[in-house]
């Protein structure tokens, strides 16, 4: 089952905290190294976050420190908690595997973070 349904953004004040859901198929979770990416207006995708099926983690220098990535291997879910938000956080967010599977991308999660 090829799925990807992300959630949980929204508009923050700088400082602000949000928390993004991310649900996905069997397909692209089990087994694999699940990750967060965003992509803010005029710029390329980039990797935010990644946890591996043993939950190790790491993160990308511009959010270490003020971002947590975990998952839940029961629900096939993957989470972003994002605290001390600033407005460069602004972007769309994206789940997929790390490797991305395939070409297929989900909605995304808009997390907008005003100054």
């Known amino acids: 089952q090829v799925q990807l349904v992300e959630s949980g953004g929204g508009l923050v004040q700088t400082g602000g905290s949000l928390r993004l859901s991310c649900v996905a198929g069997?397909?692209?979770?089990?087994?694999?190294?699940m990750a967060w990416y965003r992509q803010a207006p005029g710029k390329q995708r980039e990797l935010v976050a990644a946890?591996?099926?043993?939950?190790?983690?790491n993160y990308a220098d511009s959010v270490k420190g003020r971002f947590t990535i975990s998952r839940d291997n029961t629900k096939n879910a993957v989470y972003l908690q994002m605290d001390s938000l600033k407005p460069e956080d602004t972007a769309v967010y994206y789940c997929?595997?790390?490797?991305?599977?395939?070409?297929?991308w989900g909605q995304g999660a808009q997390v907008t973070v005003s100054s």
């Open positions: 069997i397909s692209i979770f089990k087994g694999n190294i």
């Open positions: 997929n595997s790390k490797p991305p599977y395939g070409v297929y």
């Open positions: 946890i591996t099926n043993d939950k190790r983690t």
